[in-house]
Structures are given as structure tokens and as C-alpha cells.
């Protein structure tokens, strides 16, 4: 089993940047992907970003492409996603996946992931 914790998320000002970080434990060597989805009231989650865990190779979503950044840990088990140049569309509560099979053409489908997080609330307001 594996359990993922996410931090970071918050209050900012458009234009404004956060940084949330995702925490993996258990049997985490397994893991292929870890991921980042989001999602806002009233719509399906949608994806954001992922990373290869072992190849450190790096994904966006459209939406986010050339303002979010996704990285990794590996000593820590610990996945980040900074977000740069925040706007209202971005607020949603944001959660990290993880999976130890998901493939590469799957990698933005929520149902492909077992592993999830609480979810952390990211709010853009001025």
C-alpha cells in the first residue's frame, strides 16, 4: 500500500505563485507515475501535470503548459508542483495521484491512479 499526503495549498492573488508538495510512503519503489489533478466546484477532476518516478520525464495539460512546474524528490518519496502566474480558473482543490501501473498514454485519466491524496485547497482571489 501507499499513502500520499498533499501540502501547500492556500490563498493567493492573481498572478501570484504556490508551490504544493505531495508526500509518498509505504511501498513507493513500485510507483511508475505520480500526478497531479484538479479539480473546481461543479466539474470533473481534471488533469495537470505528472512525472515519471524513476525517468524524472515530465507532463502538462494545456491549461497549465509554460506556468506550472512539476518535480521531483527521490530521496524524500516527495513530488512538487510549483505554480507560477496564478488565475481564478486555476482555484480548484488540488489532489495527488499515484500509481505503480499506469501507463503513459493513460497517465490523465483519474481512474487509472489507486493512490490519492486528501486534496488541498488552492483559492485565487484578489
Known amino acids: 500500500q501507499v499513502q500520499v499526503i498533499e501540502s501547500g495549498g492556500g490563498l493567493v492573488e492573481p498572478g501570484g505563485s504556490l508551490r504544493l508538495s505531495c508526500g509518498a510512503s509505504?511501498?513507493?519503489?513500485?510507483?511508475?507515475?505520480m500526478a497531479w489533478f484538479r479539480q473546481a466546484p461543479g466539474k470533473e477532476r481534471e488533469f495537470v501535470s505528472a512525472i515519471n518516478r524513476r525517468g524524472g520525464h515530465t507532463y502538462y495539460s494545456d491549461a497549465v503548459k509554460g506556468r506550472f512546474a512539476i518535480s521531483r524528490d527521490t530521496a524524500k518519496d516527495t513530488v512538487y508542483l510549483q505554480m507560477n502566474s496564478l488565475n481564478p480558473q486555476d482555484a480548484a482543490v488540488y489532489y495527488c495521484?499515484?500509481?505503480?501501473?499506469?501507463?503513459?498514454?493513460?497517465?490523465?485519466?483519474?481512474?487509472?491512479?489507486?493512490?490519492w491524496g486528501q486534496g488541498t485547497q488552492v483559492t485565487v482571489s484578489s
Open positions: 509505504g511501498r513507493t519503489a513500485s510507483l511508475r507515475y
Open positions: 495521484a499515484a500509481d505503480s501501473n499506469v501507463i503513459l498514454s493513460a497517465i490523465g485519466v483519474p481512474s487509472q491512479y489507486d493512490y
